[in-house]
């Protein structure tokens, strides 16, 4: 190939900035980029002990969504109920540790959105397949709402749903790419969020696929 014509390794060109979408809450554009590599050398750290998997929800289906965790805590659903865990319940051992690589970004990222100060203890990585989807829901499981939660998506781009405070305020829809990472925090902390079915849109490293990953502290 020509001088200048892959300078992104078959990624689009990054994007840079951030994206306000509410008084404490922000998309910052490509803030994960750099760290790609040892981002998926974590997914796949993490997902070699813990593999992801469908769970039931207490209304009785089955999540499009396929989960695992990492850090001492752990997010799971079954038929009775949401709740974080100390136990992978399909190996019944602790859930791998977190990759420092996580837990440096998440850091980092909450202090460049105001959050400082920011130690997770809880990890909780989706897998998103086209036709997945996450439906309208509040993050309500973790111990302590003052803490912000740190958003990282990576491969195919996905539609996040951005609401408000009550199920039925009218939500926002808001792009988010391969390597953007979203904090939200303080105000914004209970507010209504989804993502829209997946379209097909391959991408470069990931494939048909589309990891998120969401670190929190949940004790
Ligand atoms: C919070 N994950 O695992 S996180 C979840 O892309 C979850 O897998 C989504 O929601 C995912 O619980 C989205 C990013 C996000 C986006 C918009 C929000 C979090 C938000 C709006 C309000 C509050
Ligand atoms: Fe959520």
């Known amino acids: 190939m020509a001088p200048n014509l892959d300078l992104f390794g078959g990624d689009a060109p990054p994007q840079q900035g951030r994206l306000v979408l509410g008084a404490q809450s922000v998309v910052l554009r490509g803030y994960a ?5 040892d981002l998926l050398a974590g997914v796949d750290a993490v997902t070699a002990q813990a593999p992801f ?9 089955t999540m499009s969504v396929a989960l695992t965790n990492c850090g001492e805590l752990g997010w799971t659903t079954d038929a009775r109920g949401y709740r974080y865990s100390r136990i992978d319940p399909l190996s019944d051992r602790p859930w791998p540790a977190m990759p420092e690589a996580f837990g440096q970004l998440a850091r980092d990222a909450a202090a460049a959105a105001g959050f400082p100060g920011f130690s997770p203890d809880a990890c909780l990585v989706n897998r998103y397949e086209p036709g997945s989807r996450l439906s309208l829901h509040q993050d309500k499981n973790e111990r302590d709402y003052n803490a912000p939660i740190v958003s990282v998506s990576l491969g195919m781009p996905a539609i996040f749903l951005f609401g408000g405070d009550n199920r039925a305020d009218k939500a926002a829809r808001v792009p988010v790419f391969h390597g953007d990472v979203v904090v939200w925090g303080g105000v914004d902390r209970l507010r209504y969020h989804g993502v829209m079915p997946l379209k097909d849109l391959p991408h470069p490293r990931l494939g ?3 990891i998120n990953f969401t670190l929190r502290k949940a004790g």
């Not at 998997?53 to 289906?61: E, F, Q, S, V």
């Open 53 to 61: 998997r469908h769970m039931d929800t207490p209304g009785g289906y």
């Open 208 to 210: 048909s696929q589309r």
């Open 33 to 37: 980029l750099p760290m790609v590599a």
